[in-house]
């Protein structure tokens, strides 16, 4: 199984509303396979297929300290969200090495569709109520620096754009 390539900021394409999914079939499955993959390689705890160019409705995480229990939410909807609002130092694979504090709902219920296309709900608090709803985000064209003053916002986007330009003259 391949590993994806994850878009950065300021990437237009990381803007880009995703459509629901239609099917959940083979095509599906080996995506959120890859998707597995390439956010295990990353040492995330999550990602959308947003971030790797995939404009549909798929989200994988794994909030777990033992990286063993990977949940995968297609078509996720939130159902409820809690009153009690918390405030986590956030960071993103498509924003890497930048980490900044971003208001959530502490609590969310989800509903969305398992790999194997089966309806289920979910009570999430914590870290993994927190990913939820950054990895939902994506799905909207959202990234967690929007959430930010637009001082900071443009600080992050002038960082990363040099650090590509690095990288690129290196390799
Ligand atoms: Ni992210």
Do not use: W
């Given at each position: 199984m391949?590993?994806?390539?994850i878009?950065?900021?300021?990437?237009?394409?990381?803007?880009?509303?995703?459509?629901?999914?239609?099917?959940?079939?083979?095509?599906i499955?080996?995506?959120?396979?890859?998707?597995?993959?390439?956010?295990y390689?990353a040492?995330?705890?999550?990602?959308?297929?947003?971030?790797?160019?995939?404009?549909?409705?798929?989200?994988?995480?794994?909030?777990?300290?033992?990286?063993?229990?990977?949940?995968?939410l297609?078509?996720?909807?939130?159902?409820?969200?809690?009153?009690?609002?918390?405030?986590t130092?956030?960071?993103?694979?498509?924003?890497p090495?930048?980490?900044?504090?971003?208001?959530?709902?502490?609590?969310?219920?989800?509903?969305?569709?398992?790999?194997?296309?089966?309806?289920?709900?979910?009570?999430a608090e914590?870290?993994?109520?927190?990913?939820?709803?950054?990895?939902?985000?994506?799905?909207?064209?959202?990234?967690?620096?929007?959430?930010?003053?637009?001082?900071?916002?443009?600080?992050?986007?002038?960082?990363?754009?040099?650090?590509?330009?690095?990288?690129?003259?290196?390799?």
């Amino acid at each position: 199984m391949p590993q994806l390539t994850i878009l950065h900021y300021p990437d237009p394409r990381l803007h880009r509303v995703a459509a629901p999914v239609a099917a959940v079939d083979e095509r599906i499955r080996r995506l959120v396979a890859d998707m597995l993959e390439t956010m295990y390689a990353a040492e995330g705890v999550g990602l959308a297929a947003t971030q790797v160019d995939v404009h549909e409705r798929v989200i994988v995480m794994d909030t777990s300290e033992s990286r063993d229990r990977p949940l995968v939410l297609i078509n996720p909807e939130i159902v409820r969200r809690g009153e009690e609002l918390v405030v986590t130092e956030e960071g993103c694979l498509s924003v890497p090495a930048i980490y900044d504090k971003v208001t959530r709902h502490a609590q969310v219920t989800v509903r969305a569709l398992n790999r194997d296309g089966d309806t289920f709900e979910m009570d999430a608090e914590g870290l993994t109520a927190v990913c939820v709803q950054h990895e939902m985000d994506h799905l909207v064209g959202k990234v967690f620096v929007e959430y930010l003053s637009a001082l900071k916002r443009d600080r992050i986007r002038t960082r990363l754009l040099k650090r590509a330009r690095e990288a690129q003259k290196a390799a």
